[in-house]
């Protein structure tokens, strides 16, 4: 499995992976006839949809009232994989075929995966030296898709290419070359501020002497594209001087807000502590200068350190991680410390989560790691999440075989 983020001290982000497959729809294969007969059917009044890629193709499910996945007919869908996400009207994945192509596909009325109607080579564009894509996401408005090239060891690069309305065809519009980066793998994909004005990831950089992880923070200007940069990053208080707060996963909140989970390094020793921790940051709205008024000794840790995956719930109240060890939650508090929130709630390795607008967490235990469930089949835990509570949702998990790969559009 190829992975987003590769951090010095470990921390890893999990994408989906899969084969490469025809753009046309298939009648259902006897796993996914069999999936309809444990996941309800379509339902009628879905509050979102729920693409999980499979071995066979996208399966589509409508996720009712409660979070309950339900089948939809002409599942599976074939995509080249793994998926990028979707803006409601077009469908974008990349293509383990050649590591290097995008694709686009038309999005039916009720969310089925129709043909394509555009592709583009990543490789005739500015940061080709930077390698192959390494996984991608949406801005919140759905015009724009970034894509990570970083898998050359020679640099980190952000290209951007905008989906255009009415015919979803892909336009490249620019890159952000970090020529400073000297590992592959070196970057996470974009936290982006909730009305698309700035962006902020995790890097490596060349000082590899002593390595380790380095703030990339972006103004976005009027076409999309990553500008260098934005102001100071500053805190959180230390317990020592010689301690450096260093980013690992981050999630924004729906104001100006960064959640950032990540390790203190040692300066004098050249060395990571075992020390980890959530921070809390405000973006400056006008400069995208990032502040944490945290201490050292209020950053709460996970349960441990196999973190993978973070999502920040629409609400902005609540924050998810997920990892080798399962599914944890934490309160989100806007600039004041992060607070723990009901313990580990799985048993099972997590690898992808991601909430609807109706208070649900999705979260895949995949087929292809030797932490999930028995027998390697792969599940869909559903959580309904509030400020005062978590409870699973009826019948879940759900096995889908062969699963490997989770996007949800709200509806």
Not at 9 to 21: F, R
Not at 65 to 80: A, D, I, Q, R
């Amino acid at each position: 499995m190829r992975s987003s983020l590769k951090l010095v001290v470990c921390l890893v982000a999990l994408m989906c992976t899969g084969g490469a497959y025809a753009q046309t729809p298939d009648a259902q294969t006897p796993d996914a006839q069999a999936e309809a007969n444990m996941i309800d059917g379509p339902n009628t009044a879905p509050i979102a949809y729920v693409y999980v890629s499979t071995s066979n193709g996208i399966n589509l499910y409508d996720a009712a009232p409660n979070g309950k996945p339900g089948l939809v007919s002409g599942s599976p869908f074939h995509t080249t994989l793994p998926m990028i996400g979707s803006n409601g009207s077009y469908f974008v994945t990349l293509d383990y075929s050649d590591y290097a192509t995008i694709h686009s596909y038309k999005v039916g009325s009720n969310g089925a995966i129709e043909g394509q109607v555009s592709s583009i080579d990543s490789q005739d564009y500015n940061g080709v030296n930077c390698g192959a894509t390494d996984g991608g996401v949406f801005d919140h408005t759905g015009e724009h898709v970034y894509v990570l090239l970083d898998t050359s060891a020679n640099c980190g690069a952000f290209q951007t290419y905008s989906v255009a309305k009415g015919t979803g065809a892909l336009s490249f519009k620019g890159a952000n070359v970090n020529n400073n980066i000297g590992v592959s793998g070196c970057c996470t994909l974009p936290a982006i501020t909730p009305k698309d004005t700035f962006s902020y990831v995790s890097e490596q950089t060349f000082e590899c002497d002593g390595c380790y992880n380095t703030w990339g923070a972006f103004k976005i200007g009027g076409n999309g594209t990553f500008e260098n940069s934005t102001g100071p990053i500053t805190g959180p208080k230390p317990k020592s001087s010689n301690l450096l707060f260093t980013p690992g996963l981050m999630a924004t909140d729906g104001e100006d807000h960064l959640a950032v989970l990540g390790s203190w390094y040692d300066q004098n020793a050249g060395q990571y502590t075992d020390a980890w921790g959530l921070a809390s940051y405000t973006v400056n709205p006008k400069t995208g200068a990032l502040t944490s008024t945290n201490t050292w000794k209020e950053l709460p840790s996970p349960i441990n350190t196999g973190v993978g995956a973070m999502r920040m719930s629409p609400s902005g109240k609540i924050l998810a991680l997920a990892g080798e060890y399962g599914l944890q939650f934490f309160h989100f508090n806007g600039a004041a410390p992060i607070t723990e929130f009901g313990g580990l709630k799985t048993k099972v390795e997590i690898d992808e989560i991601k909430w609807d607008n109706n208070n649900h967490l999705y979260a895949l235990s995949n087929a292809y790691n030797m932490y999930s469930s028995p027998n390697g089949e792969a599940e869909l835990f559903v959580f309904t999440v509030t400020p005062t509570s978590i409870t699973e949702v009826p019948g879940s998990p759900f096995h889908i075989a062969g699963a490997d790969g989770l996007v949800v559009v709200a509806k």
